[in-house]
C-alpha cells in the first residue's frame, strides 16, 4: 500500500496540471468493438438471428416493392430512416479498407467477424440495388418527409419511393462510389468467400461503366438527395476513386491505365486537399495511388503518380501542422472544419494518416512536407490524438462514442434510440407523436446506441448534449467506418508486417449468437450503500479551486460484511468525470488494484478520485465468495 499513498499524496499537485482532460490510457479494443455494434443499429430490413442490438426490430420490409424490386435491407445513414447510397457505399468502402489494412489486429481483437457482417451487410443490399447493369437505386425514403417525422424505424409511415440512376439519369459519383465499395469489399471476401468476391467484382465492374460511360452528378437525377447529400465535389474523383479500387481488387492494367491517363485532368493530381469525406475523395485516391507508387506498381505512369503522391503528402503535412495550408484546429487539438458534424473529417483524416504512417514506414522513407522530413511515427501520433480526443481526452473530459467511458452523450439526436424500443413498447409512435412524447424529453435515451460518433464539439471545444443540437449529437455511419481501422491498429500495434505486401484478410472465427452481458445491481449513489456482502462508504476528503472550477477528492472504502473472503469482485462506476487510483479497470468495469487479489472478512480496500462535481455513482457488479 506505500506506493499508492505516495500516489495519492501527489495528487493535488498533478491533478491541477492534468484536469479536465482524462489521464487513463484508452481500450482501443473495447472502442472497436463498439464502434462495429453501431452498425447493427443503423440496420434495415429483417434483422438476422445473432443480432446483438437486442432493441431494435424489422423495418422496412416493403422497400422497393412498389418498383417492383427488393430493397429490403441496408443502413440508415444517421438519425433519420433514410437509406441514401452515396454515403452507405462510402461507409462500405471505408469499413472494407479498414479490414484490408487491419483484418489481422482485428482477428486477434475477436472482432473481424463482426466487422465483415458489417460490410456484407451493405453489399448484398447493393446487389439488390444493382438488378441490371445499367440500373442502380440510389436512395429510398424522402428525407423531407422523414424528417417531418419522428418515429422508430419499426413504425415508419413515411414514404419510402425508391430512386434511380440509369443512363438516361447518371450518376456517376453514385455509381462510382458503389463501384468502389464492391471492389474493396471483393478484397474482404476474396478468401473466406472467393464466390461471393467474384459477384461483387462483377457489379463493381458494371457500375464502373455506367459512372464512367454515363456522366452526370447524381443529385440531378435524385433530386431530393441535394438537401441532405448533395455531391459537390462533382463526379471526378469517384471515377479515380473506383478505378483505384478495381486496381487494386484486380491488377488489371486497364485500371491502372485510367489513373496515369485521366489524373491531371480530372484533378487527382491538381486538388491539394485538407478534407476526406462522403463527397471530397481525392486525398483518399491520392494516398491509395501513393501505396500503388511505394509497391513499384506504377511503370510508365511514374511521373503522374509522382504528383498523387505529392497532393497526398500536402494533406498528411496539413493535418499535422507542418503544410503550407494547415488545417484549424480547437484550443483542445482536434480537427476542425465545420460545425456540422466535424466527427467525420476527423476519423476520416487519422484513417488516411493512420495507413499512410505505415506506407512509408514499410517502404523505409519519410514524409516530405513544407518543414522538412517527418518520421512516420508523427503521423501516426496525430491519428492517437485524435482518437484520444474522441474517446474523452479532451477539455470537458467527454467521450464522443457513445457507451465508452463514464460521460458520453445520453441524448443523441437519433430517432430509434430515443424511443422506447418496440420489443419493450408496441404501441404505434404516430409521426408527429414522436416529435411530441420523445424528441422533446430532455432525459436520456431509453435505448443505448453503443459505438455511435456524433457529430462532435464547436471550434472552441464546446458541446451540448441535447437531442435538437443535431449539428453535434447526431451518429453517421461514415462517422464510424474510417475508425474501425484506426482502432484496429492502434488495439494491435505493428507487428513488423510489410504494409506494401500483397493483402491477405485472415478467415474469421465464426461469429456465434453472444451471451447476454450481466446487468449490474445498481446501488443508489450517496456517501454509504451496499450489495449483500460488499457495503460502500465515500465522501469528500479535500477540496480545492484551479481555474475556476471546485475539485473534490473523494475517499471511497469497500469493506467485507461477511464471514467468507471476496474474490472476483467488480464494481461499476458511472457519472465519473475525472481520474481515478486504486483500482483496475477492466472493460466498463473496476476491480481489484494489481497488489491484492482477494479482500478477507472484515476487511476493507479504498480507492479515490478526482472530479469537479458530486459523488459518482458506485455499485456492485459482481464478486464471489470463497
Same mark, same amino acid.
Given at each position: 500500500?506505500?506506493?499508492?499513498?505516495?500516489?495519492?499524496?501527489?495528487?493535488?499537485?498533478?491533478?491541477?496540471? +492534468?484536469?479536465?482532460?482524462?489521464?487513463?490510457?484508452?481500450? #482501443?479494443?473495447?472502442?472497436?468493438?463498439?464502434?462495429?455494434?453501431?452498425?447493427?443499429?443503423?440496420?434495415?430490413?429483417?434483422?438476422?438471428?445473432?443480432?446483438?442490438?437486442?432493441?431494435?426490430?424489422?423495418?422496412?420490409?416493403?422497400?422497393?416493392?412498389?418498383?417492383?424490386?427488393?430493397?429490403?435491407?441496408?443502413? #440508415?445513414?444517421?438519425?433519420?430512416?433514410?437509406?441514401?447510397?452515396?454515403?452507405?457505399?462510402?461507409?462500405?468502402?471505408?469499413?472494407?479498407?479498414?479490414?484490408?489494412?487491419?483484418?489481422?489486429?482485428?482477428?486477434?481483437?475477436?472482432?473481424?467477424?463482426?466487422?465483415?457482417?458489417?460490410?456484407?451487410?451493405?453489399?448484398?443490399?447493393?446487389?439488390?440495388?444493382?438488378?441490371?447493369?445499367?440500373?442502380?437505386?440510389?436512395?429510398?425514403?424522402?428525407?423531407?418527409?422523414?424528417?417531418?417525422?419522428?418515429?422508430?424505424?419499426?413504425?415508419?409511415?413515411?414514404?419510402?419511393?425508391?430512386?434511380?440512376?440509369?443512363?438516361?439519369?447518371?450518376?456517376?459519383?453514385?455509381?462510382?462510389?458503389?463501384?468502389?465499395?464492391?471492389?474493396?469489399a471483393s478484397i474482404v471476401f476474396r478468401r473466406s468467400n472467393p464466390a461471393y468476391?467474384?459477384?461483387?467484382?462483377?457489379?463493381?465492374?458494371?457500375?464502373?461503366?455506367?459512372?464512367?460511360?454515363?456522366?452526370?452528378?447524381?443529385?440531378?437525377?435524385?433530386?431530393?438527395?441535394?438537401?441532405?447529400?448533395?455531391?459537390?465535389?462533382? #463526379?471526378?474523383?469517384?471515377?479515380?476513386?473506383?478505378?483505384?479500387?478495381?486496381?487494386?481488387?484486380?491488377?488489371?492494367?486497364?485500371?491502372?491505365?485510367?489513373?496515369?491517363?485521366?489524373?491531371?485532368?480530372?484533378?487527382?493530381?491538381?486538388?491539394?486537399?485538407?478534407?476526406?469525406?462522403?463527397?471530397?475523395?481525392?486525398?483518399?485516391?491520392?494516398?491509395?495511388?501513393?501505396?500503388?507508387?511505394?509497391?513499384?506498381?506504377?511503370?510508365?505512369?511514374?511521373?503522374?503518380?509522382?504528383?498523387?503522391?505529392?497532393?497526398?503528402?500536402?494533406?498528411? +503535412?496539413?493535418?499535422?501542422?507542418?503544410?503550407?495550408?494547415?488545417?484549424?484546429?480547437?484550443?483542445?487539438?482536434?480537427?476542425?472544419?465545420?460545425?456540422?458534424?466535424?466527427?467525420?473529417?476527423?476519423?476520416?483524416?487519422?484513417?488516411?494518416?493512420?495507413?499512410?504512417?505505415?506506407?512509408?514506414?514499410?517502404?523505409?522513407?519519410?514524409?516530405? +512536407?513544407?518543414?522538412?522530413?517527418?518520421?512516420?511515427?508523427?503521423?501516426?501520433?496525430?491519428?492517437?490524438?485524435?482518437?484520444?480526443?474522441?474517446?474523452?481526452?479532451?477539455?470537458?473530459?467527454?467521450?464522443?462514442?457513445?457507451?465508452?467511458?463514464?460521460?458520453?452523450?445520453?441524448q443523441v439526436h437519433h430517432r430509434a434510440s430515443s424511443i422506447v424500443s418496440y420489443?419493450?413498447?408496441?404501441?404505434?409512435?404516430?409521426?408527429?407523436?414522436?416529435?411530441?412524447?420523445?424528441?422533446?424529453?430532455?432525459?436520456?435515451?431509453?435505448?443505448?446506441?453503443?459505438?455511435?460518433?456524433?457529430?462532435?464539439?464547436?471550434?472552441?471545444?464546446?458541446?451540448?448534449?441535447?437531442?435538437?443540437? #443535431?449539428?453535434?449529437?447526431?451518429?453517421?455511419?461514415y462517422n464510424n467506418a474510417p475508425l474501425l481501422g484506426t482502432l484496429a491498429r492502434?488495439?494491435?500495434?505493428?507487428?513488423?508486417?510489410?504494409?506494401?505486401?500483397?493483402?491477405?484478410?485472415?478467415?474469421?472465427?465464426?461469429?456465434?449468437?453472444?451471451?447476454?452481458?450481466?446487468?449490474?445491481?445498481?446501488?443508489?449513489?450517496?456517501?454509504?450503500?451496499?450489495?449483500?456482502?460488499?457495503?460502500?462508504?465515500?465522501?469528500?476528503?479535500?477540496?480545492?479551486?484551479?481555474?475556476?472550477?471546485?475539485?473534490?477528492?473523494?475517499?471511497?472504502?469497500?469493506?467485507?460484511?461477511?464471514?467468507?473472503?471476496?474474490?472476483?469482485?467488480?464494481?461499476?462506476?458511472?457519472?465519473?468525470?475525472?481520474?481515478?487510483?486504486?483500482?483496475?479497470?477492466?472493460?466498463?468495469?473496476?476491480?481489484?488494484?494489481?497488489?491484492?487479489?482477494?479482500?478477507?472478512?472484515?476487511?476493507?480496500?479504498?480507492?479515490?478520485?478526482?472530479?469537479?462535481?458530486?459523488?459518482?455513482?458506485?455499485?456492485?457488479?459482481?464478486?464471489?465468495?470463497?
Open positions: 500500500m506505500e506506493k499508492f499513498v505516495r500516489l495519492i499524496s501527489m495528487v493535488p499537485l498533478f491533478i491541477l496540471l +492534468c484536469l479536465p482532460s482524462a489521464l487513463a490510457g484508452h481500450d #482501443y479494443g473495447q472502442a472497436l468493438s463498439k464502434s462495429i455494434l453501431f452498425f447493427e443499429a443503423q440496420r434495415s430490413g429483417y434483422l438476422p438471428h445473432n443480432q446483438r442490438v437486442t432493441w431494435r426490430s424489422n423495418s422496412g420490409l416493403q422497400d422497393g416493392k412498389a418498383s417492383g424490386v427488393d430493397l429490403v435491407g441496408g443502413y #440508415y445513414d444517421a438519425g433519420d430512416n433514410v437509406k441514401f447510397g452515396l454515403p452507405m457505399a462510402f461507409t462500405v468502402t471505408m469499413m472494407s479498407w479498414s479490414i484490408i489494412e487491419y483484418g489481422k489486429q482485428m482477428a486477434a481483437s475477436g472482432e473481424l467477424g463482426h466487422a465483415m457482417e458489417a460490410v456484407k451487410w451493405g453489399t448484398d443490399y447493393f446487389i439488390k440495388a444493382h438488378p441490371q447493369p445499367n440500373v442502380l437505386y440510389g436512395e429510398v425514403g424522402d428525407g423531407n418527409s422523414d424528417h417531418y417525422c419522428w418515429q422508430r424505424p419499426e413504425d415508419m409511415t413515411t414514404d419510402r419511393h425508391a430512386y434511380k440512376i440509369d443512363p438516361s439519369n447518371p450518376g456517376s459519383d453514385l455509381a462510382g462510389e458503389t463501384a468502389a465499395a464492391m471492389a474493396a468476391a467474384s459477384e461483387l467484382l462483377r457489379h463493381a465492374h458494371q457500375l464502373f461503366d455506367l459512372a464512367d460511360r454515363y456522366r452526370g452528378k447524381y443529385d440531378s437525377s435524385i433530386t431530393v438527395a441535394q438537401k441532405y447529400y448533395r455531391s459537390i465535389s462533382g #463526379y471526378n474523383d469517384e471515377l479515380l476513386w473506383a478505378a483505384a479500387w478495381l486496381y487494386h481488387a484486380t491488377d488489371n492494367q486497364y485500371y491502372l491505365s485510367y489513373l496515369g491517363n485521366n489524373g491531371d485532368s480530372m484533378g487527382g493530381t491538381g486538388w491539394s486537399m485538407t478534407e476526406f469525406g462522403w463527397d471530397v475523395k481525392y486525398a483518399g485516391v491520392q494516398t491509395l495511388v501513393s501505396k500503388f507508387m511505394m509497391q513499384g506498381k506504377a511503370g510508365r505512369y511514374a511521373p503522374v503518380f509522382e504528383r498523387y503522391q505529392q497532393k497526398a503528402e500536402n494533406f498528411m +503535412c496539413s493535418c499535422i501542422g507542418k503544410g503550407t495550408r494547415n488545417v484549424q484546429k480547437t484550443p483542445g487539438g482536434l480537427m476542425f472544419r465545420q460545425r456540422w458534424n466535424n466527427l467525420q473529417f476527423v476519423t476520416s483524416a487519422s484513417f488516411l494518416a493512420t495507413v499512410y504512417s505505415d506506407y512509408i514506414s514499410s517502404s523505409g522513407r519519410y514524409l516530405k +512536407c513544407a518543414s522538412g522530413s517527418v518520421p512516420p511515427s508523427l503521423l501516426l501520433s496525430f491519428a492517437k490524438s485524435q482518437v484520444d480526443y474522441i474517446l474523452g481526452d479532451n477539455p470537458r473530459a467527454t467521450s464522443y462514442m457513445v457507451g465508452y467511458g463514464n460521460n458520453f452523450p445520453r420489443k419493450e413498447n408496441p404501441s404505434f409512435v404516430s409521426c408527429r407523436g414522436g416529435y411530441a412524447t420523445w424528441f422533446s424529453r430532455k432525459a436520456s435515451d431509453p435505448n443505448l446506441l453503443s459505438g455511435a460518433i456524433v457529430g462532435g464539439p464547436d471550434a472552441y471545444d464546446n458541446f451540448a448534449d441535447e437531442r435538437d443540437n #443535431y449539428e453535434q449529437t447526431e451518429p453517421a455511419t492502434l488495439s494491435g500495434g505493428h507487428g513488423g508486417y510489410n504494409q506494401l505486401l500483397p493483402v491477405v484478410v485472415p478467415t474469421p472465427m465464426p461469429v456465434s449468437q453472444p451471451k447476454p452481458a450481466p446487468q449490474p445491481k445498481i446501488t443508489p449513489a450517496g456517501p454509504v450503500s451496499s450489495s449483500g456482502a460488499i457495503a460502500i462508504d465515500q465522501k469528500v476528503t479535500n477540496q480545492w479551486n484551479a481555474k475556476g472550477k471546485t475539485y473534490y477528492r473523494y475517499s471511497v472504502f469497500v469493506t467485507n460484511k461477511s464471514t467468507k473472503t471476496i474474490k472476483d469482485f467488480k464494481l461499476y462506476i458511472s457519472k465519473l468525470y475525472g481520474p481515478l487510483w486504486g483500482l483496475n479497470k477492466y472493460g466498463d468495469s473496476y476491480g481489484f488494484p494489481s497488489w491484492i487479489n482477494s479482500l478477507p472478512a472484515g476487511k476493507s480496500l479504498e480507492f479515490v478520485y478526482i472530479h469537479s462535481t458530486s459523488a459518482a455513482e458506485v455499485s456492485v457488479s459482481s464478486y464471489t465468495l470463497a
